[in-house]
Nanobody, 115 residues
């Protein structure tokens, strides 16, 4: 079973940047499309960006133009570069497969954007 470890979150002022990393153990990680999801308090978990095995990317309208997703299959990692952060980006960020969640959720990484 693939284990997912998210890292890179933190506290940043509005307009700042963060770089999140998702590390997946096991050889099957690289054969899956991977998404970055986020969940703010009181809200449902939502998909913000995804990347296919052929590096095709897709973004939620709320982050388009500000976030960039990429993957390094040699390192079994998927990175989410987040620029021009807004207070509404505050959430716990997770990675997992898309479509459909196949792996056990990791602990996520907290992103807090102050105004």
């Amino acid at each position: 079973q693939v284990q997912l470890v998210e890292s890179g979150g933190g506290l940043v002022q509005a307009g700042g940047s963060l770089r999140l990393s998702c590390a997946g153990s096991g050889s099957t990680f690289r054969f899956n499309a991977i998404g970055w999801y986020r969940q703010a308090p009181g809200n449902q978990r939502e998909l913000v960006a995804r990347i296919s095995t052929s590096d095709t990317t897709n973004y939620a309208d709320s982050v388009k133009g500000r976030f960039t997703i990429s993957r390094d299959n040699a390192k079994n990692t998927v990175v989410l570069q987040m620029n021009s952060l807004k207070p509404e980006d505050t959430a716990v960020y997770y990675c997992n497969t898309w479509p459909g969640v196949r792996f056990t959720w990791g602990q996520g990484t907290q992103v807090t954007v102050s105004s």
